[in-house]
């Protein structure tokens, strides 16, 4: 049988840490060392970059318009229902579940609203890079945040709702005899 104590589980953890590290690194689909590398070369690298940023950026502003009103009505719905079941219902895996896609969801529409201004203003050069440059820092305030209130929650899910107390209740009643022979 599958255990749903997600916040016991180590793949639950691993998951967290490769979710942020990817959402912080690759910055609206371009990977960050990209933006450092077009910062130090310029140039080719800088074209590059543009290039990259310009095509992530036209998808993303692409499927907005085709399925934007979709995805939004199916990640509310997702969302909704994790955080009900969750805490509605105290389900642990949906807990879990809700404590990534809820960051996740601002996460997405602070990067919309960057491809949109990215789009909007025709952003080239030192312009493009400031704007992937703080999109990754508040990626990275909402990850830090998100983590932190993660860990917090699943500390006390395992400290206080999987404590069982009689099985210390058991050691300590045998340390305190004392020993026969």
């Known amino acids: 049988m599958m255990d749903l104590r997600s916040f016991s589980n180590l ?3 691993i998951a967290l840490a490769v979710m942020w590290s990817s959402a912080s690194h690759w910055v609206l ?15 080719e690298a800088e074209a590059d970059l543009e290039r990259v940023a310009y095509s992530f950026v036209a998808r993303r502003l692409y499927v907005a318009e085709v399925a934007g009103t979709w995805l939004v ?13 969750g805490w509605g219902y105290d389900i642990e895996i949906a807990q879990a579940l809700s404590l990534l896609g809820t960051p996740m969801t601002l996460v997405w529409v602070i990067s919309q609203r960057a491809a949109q201004r990215i789009a909007r203003e025709e952003q080239r050069g030192a312009t493009l890079r400031r704007t992937l440059s703080r999109l990754r820092i508040w990626i990275q305030v909402i990850g830090m945040v998100s983590i932190f209130v993660t860990s917090v929650w699943g500390i006390y899910t395992n400290l206080v709702r999987h404590l069982d107390n009689n099985s210390f ?11 026969q022979k």
């Open 11 to 13: 793949w639950f953890w």
């Open 29 to 43: 689909g371009v990977p960050y060392d990209m933006v450092a590398r077009a910062a130090r070369h310029q140039g």
């Open 73 to 85: 009505v199916l990640s509310s719905f997702v969302l909704t229902s994790l955080l009900v079941l």
């Open 169 to 179: 209740k058991a050691e300590a009643v045998e340390l305190l005899q004392p020993t």
